[in-house]
DNA sequence: TGTACATCAGTGAACGCGCGTTCACTGATGTAC
DNA sequence: TGTACATCAGTGAACGCGCGTTCACTGATGTAC
C-alpha cells in the first residue's frame, strides 16, 4: 500500500519533530527574545539532539518566520469572517474587539511573539510581520471600501484608514496581554482594556463618517 | 580650592566613562536586541575592561532603563511645548508630525530603542517604557482636557483619546524609522509617511470633534 | 604649600560554562524487483 | 510476500569561542592637617 493518501510514518514523524520544535520555541519565547533565545535551549526543552534543529531550519531565523505564519493564520482568519459581516458599526466593532480578546486569551504567545518581534532584531522576522500586516491592510482595505460610508473616498484615504484600524487591533491585541500577565484574574481591568478599545473604534468610526464634512 | 562648583576631576571622567558606554550600547543596539548584547561588546566598543562595566550599572538591563530616561526626555519636551501652542486643530497636528519627524531624524538610534524593546525580552525595562508612555498620556491628557471641544467630556473618555494619540505618535516614528532606514533618501516614501500621519490624526480629530453627536 | 593617608575608577588574569556548527554514524522507513 | 539496496531523521562526540563574573591590583585624584 504505497498510496499517497498517507504521508508516510516518516514524513508524519518528521512534522511532529517539526511542530515541537516551534511549539517549545513559543514557549521559551513568553520569557526572551528571539534573538537571545538558544537553539540548544529549544532542542533541550523538546528533547533532541541539538544536531536534529538543522534537519527542519537553516536557523533561528527560519524558525522565527514560520511562528510568525502559524501566529498570524488564525487571527487573519478570523477577522475577516467579522469585516465580511453585514452589520451596523457598533456592531461590527463589538465583535472586532470581542475576536481579539478571544484570540489573546487562547493565544497568547503567539500574540507577545508578534508584538515582541515585530520590532525585534531578527530582520527577516520583521519583513515576515510586516508582509503579514501590509496583507491584512490590504484586506481590510477591500472591505472598507465596499461599504457605503466610504463612497466618495479615494483609495489612498481608505488605505489610510486601514492601517489606522490595523495598528488599533495590534495594540489592543498587546493591551490585553499587559493586563493578562499583570494579575491572574483581574476581571476589572481586563474589561476595562475592552472599553477602552471599543471606544477609541467608535471615535475612529465617527471620525469616518464625518470625514467630508469636515475635508471638502 | 575644594569649591563644589567644579565636579572634581575624577567624577567627571566617570561621567565621561558612563557616557561613552551608553552612546556605545545605543549604537550596537542599531541592528540587535537589549537581550542578545552583551556586556563585554560594549565594554569593547568603548574601549576599557569589561570589568569596568561594573563600576557604571549592575548590569545590562540597568544601562537600557538608563537609555529609556535619555530617549524619550527630548521627545517629551518637545511635543510638551506643542501642546502647550494655542492653535487651531490643523495647525497643531502639522506641528506635531514635524516634530516628530525631527526627532526621528536626529535620534533614529533612540526611536529604535524605544520601538523594539517597549515590548523586548527585558522586564526592567519594558516596565520603564511604559512608564514613561503613562506619563506621557497623562500630559497629553491635561492639555486635551483645558481645550474648548472637550467640554462635557468624561476624565476617562479624555483619557481614552489621549492614549490614543500617544500610540499613534509612536507608531509614526516607527513608520518613518522603517522609511528610513528601507532606503537612503527616498523622499518620496517619507513625505507619504507625514502625509498619512497628518491625516490619521486628522481623522481622529474630526471623531473628537462629532463624538457627543454621535454618542448621545 | 607640603606631606601622609584614603578613596575608588579602571585593570587584567582567571574561572567555568553553554554556545553554534562539523562530521561520520545508525537504524528505521521506503522502494525496486 | 520476500529480499536487497537507498534514503534520511535523528545521534553523539568533538571543536573552538566568547560569554559574565570574581578578585586582588594600581595609580591618579581627593582630603586632612
New interface residues.
Partial sequence: MSHSETVGVRQAQKQRTRQALLDAALGLLE???L??MGLREVTRAVGVAPTAFYRHFRDLGELGVALVQESLASLHATVRAVLAEQAGAEERIDHTVAVVERYVREHPAHV?FI??E????VRAVRQAI?GELDRFATEVAAALKVQPVSVGWSDE?VR??A??YV?RLV?TA?AFL?VSDGEGEDSERWRAVAR?AR??L??????????H???S
Avoid: F, N
Fill in positions: 520569557e526572551q527574545s534573538s537571545s507577545r508584538a515582541r515585530r520590532h525585534g532584531g510586516a484615504d489610510m484608514l492601517e489606522l495598528d495594540m498587546s499587559d477602552t471606544r477609541q467608535r471615535l475612529i468610526s465617527v471620525g469616518r463618517r464625518h470625514w464634512d469636515a475635508v
